[in-house]
């Protein structure tokens, strides 16, 4: 692909709103985004189908930065469609000179065409690269784009990014907005069917980050208990102040009042809200222009650089800090802390393995210097809530220096040389941990059965002696003195801390580039796989970030008539493959329902699950910190009238054993 090239627009933009042809600027065409989807959108996968209706809802988000539009729907049609609409000013329709062509066309059919990339129509804008609606149309059987501006309405199609025929006028309208329905592609794309939860969960997050703005997404697929289609609106008058509540909701609070800023420093826009809670783990989710930067970045580095600076500073001059006998640590600022941070910069600076990493240096000040001030003044009002942060940090301090000693006991056992594995484990002859994988099995038995059915050369078995410990409720140093736990950490050989940041992970020695969590396909089995992946969550979430991190799936029956036998994973497998097994008769077959995984011999086990020529493993990714963030903390602490009403509102999707 070549290189990315601006054509400037000399001409100066007379019209009265500030959004015309003139203010699109081309950098390059279409013609590798279909050989190349994932370069763009991240992957064909459930992630790369969803990142559509990101990329074109962004187009309407930056219209609300622009203070242009209030009102943003998403609507999922019965045929698979997505239409996503604003009250913006709609996308320009008059002539391009340098294109030739219509402004709209422009938009939709040329690469890193738009006005984000003029400062005159946008001050920030969301869209990372400015692929925006223009991938998007490249990746679709058909879109429609129509646009509503200056009294008038017009519409243009397109198939797999061409135009089907000029921009046309088709009569008056009263109103402005652009309206944007499209069919993704089914020869791109793994799935095209869109889930309504994962769309719900960004408009939520958008809603939070763009107080005053309103979100509402229709699944016209799906009816509620009232047979209307499935639908909700999220809106924020607080913002972020609502965020941190919302995440906080399964979460025992320190402090009633959320502390709030959102102020301008060095002419960039810092909002923050944070609240401490009695929980071990910190929760900090930082956004550049509704951007979610899950590396961190400069900002990351400010906030928390103002708030230990002025935390320490009050605890020292309280003389709270007298009486202990060792340092405190950054991290102990952070520890119970919930915390969202927004800033706005005109030209973001991204870098790191996801390009989702800020880099830009003078934002580290500019958030250092808004934290210090407002945070000092939030101190010296509320005395009261200040000692209760000051007390829950030595709190913190006393719990990292009972766990340093354990963590040091975990390295000692030789996670950084490979040597003194745990007896249990059943290593690989392989050492590039490329090709390496290893199971994490439940109980000894199935481990047992997997150490039988592995490939030796590139499979590892570690069987776990039933549940491990829940890390939500836990401090660090009961963490790393559990034995299991240990065990997870020896095995892959990944080093735990640093005197800045004790959960710091250093995944430098990983031995194996696939860890692969196998339990029985039942209630249990499902609560042990939960127990793996929020311990994952909270102290390795680097290697799920990297696609390190899956889950096995083994079947549920094995459908047999005669010679002829078939596994099932699904009931709707089940029910279909025993209409023809039976020819119509579920006595004539005999079903076998795998409760355990020790319910295999060796050789099923291999075929049905470790094969990698017929296994299924379901990659566990991170689409949401936040939302992940808040169901851990729901699923696995002690809220239980959220967590009941949460298995209540999925029940559908659960299977029950009798």
Not at 26 to 40: F, I, N, S, T
Not at 92 to 104: G, I, T, W
Not at 382 to 396: E, T
Not at 491 to 517: C, F, P, Q, W
Request: glycine residues 8%; proline residues 3%.
């Amino acid at each position: 692909m070549k290189e990315t090239e601006t054509l400037e627009i000399g001409k100066v933009n007379t019209n009265e709103n500030g959004y015309s042809a003139e203010n699109i600027q081309v950098l390059e065409g279409l013609e590798a985004v279909r050989k190349r989807p994932a370069m763009y959108i991240g992957d064909i996968g459930v992630r790369g189908l969803h990142h559509l209706v990101y990329e074109v809802v962004d187009n309407s988000i930056d219209e609300a930065l622009g203070g242009y539009c209030k009102n943003i729907e998403v609507t999922i049609n019965t045929d698979g469609s997505v239409t996503t609409s604003d009250d913006g000013r709609g996308i320009p329709v008059d002539f391009h000179e340098k294109e030739q062509k219509s402004a709209l066309e422009v938009v939709l059919t040329v690469l890193h065409a738009g006005g984000k990339f003029n400062k005159d129509t946008y001050k920030v804008s969301g869209g990372l690269h400015g692929v925006g609606v223009s991938c998007v149309n490249a990746l679709a059987s058909h879109l429609k784009a129509e646009i509503h501006r200056d009294g008038k309405e017009y519409v243009q199609e397109y198939s797999i990014g061409k135009p089907l025929y000029p921009v046309k006028e088709v009569g008056p309208s009263s109103k402005t907005g652009t309206i944007i329905t499209f069919v993704p592609d089914k020869d791109i794309f793994t799935t095209v069917d869109f889930n309504y939860e994962i769309l719900a969960s960004r408009l939520r997050e958008l809603a939070f980050l763009n107080k005053g703005v309103k979100l509402i997404i229709t699944d016209l697929r799906e009816l509620d208990e009232n047979g209307q289609p499935l639908s909700e609106t999220f809106f924020s008058s607080e913002g972020l102040r609502e965020f941190v509540r919302y995440l906080d909701q399964n979460r025992e609070i320190l402090t009633e009042e959320v502390i709030y800023l959102d102020t301008e420093k060095n002419g960039i826009p810092v909002e923050l809200a944070l609240q401490y809670n009695t929980s071990y783990n910190e929760n900090v989710h930082t956004y550049v222009n509704n951007i979610n930067t899950i590396e961190g970045g400069t900002h990351l580095a400010g906030f928390r650089r103002g708030l230990t600076r002025t935390l320490k500073s009050y605890a020292e001059k309280s003389g709270m800090l007298d009486k202990l006998k060792f340092d405190i640590s950054g991290d102990d600022f952070r520890e119970g802390l919930t915390a969202v941070i927004s800033c706005k910069v005109a030209e973001p600076q991204f870098e790191g393995q996801t390009k989702t990493k800020l880099g830009n240096s003078d934002v580290m000040g500019a958030v250092d210097q808004a934290v210090s001030e407002n945070l000092s003044n939030f101190l010296e009002e509320h005395p009261k809530d200040a000692k209760i942060i000051v007390n829950k940090v030595i709190l913190a301090a006393t719990a990292r220096h009972a766990a340093r000693k354990a963590r040091e006991l975990v390295q000692r056992k030789g996670a950084l040389t490979g040597g003194g594995l745990p007896g249990k484990l059943a290593d690989c002859s392989n050492r590039n941990p490329e090709v390496c994988e290893i199971y994490l099995v439940e109980g000894d038995s199935a481990g047992g059965t997997a150490k039988q059915g592995r490939d030796r050369s590139f499979q590892a078995i570690m069987p776990l002696r039933g549940k491990i410990l829940n890390v939500e409720k836990a401090m660090m140093h009961k963490i790393y003195e559990n034995e299991e736990i240990k065990n997870i950490f020896t095995a892959l050989g990944v080093h735990i801390g640093t005197e800045e940041d004790s959960k710091a992970l250093n995944m430098e020695k990983l031995r194996y580039h696939k860890v692969i969590i196998m339990t029985d396909a039942d209630v249990d089995g499902s609560h042990i796989s939960t127990l793996i992946m929020t311990f994952f969550f909270r102290y390795m979430k680097e290697l799920i970030e990297k696609g390190y991190l899956y889950i096995a799936t083994p079947p549920l029956y094995l459908i047999k008539k005669g010679k002829q036998e078939q596994y099932c994973w699904t009931e709707e497998e089940r029910i279909r493959i025993t209409e023809e097994l039976g020819k119509g008769k579920e006595s004539s077959v005999h079903i076998q329902r795998y409760k355990g995984l020790g319910e295999m011999n060796a050789e099923q086990l291999w075929d049905t699950t470790m094969n990698p020529e017929f296994r299924t493993l379901r990659q566990i990714t991170i689409d949401s910190a936040a939302e992940a963030d808040r169901i851990f903390s729901m699923l696995m602490g002690d809220d239980v009238p959220l967590r009941r009403e949460f298995i209540e509102k999925h029940a559908k999707y659960a299977k029950i054993d009798i």
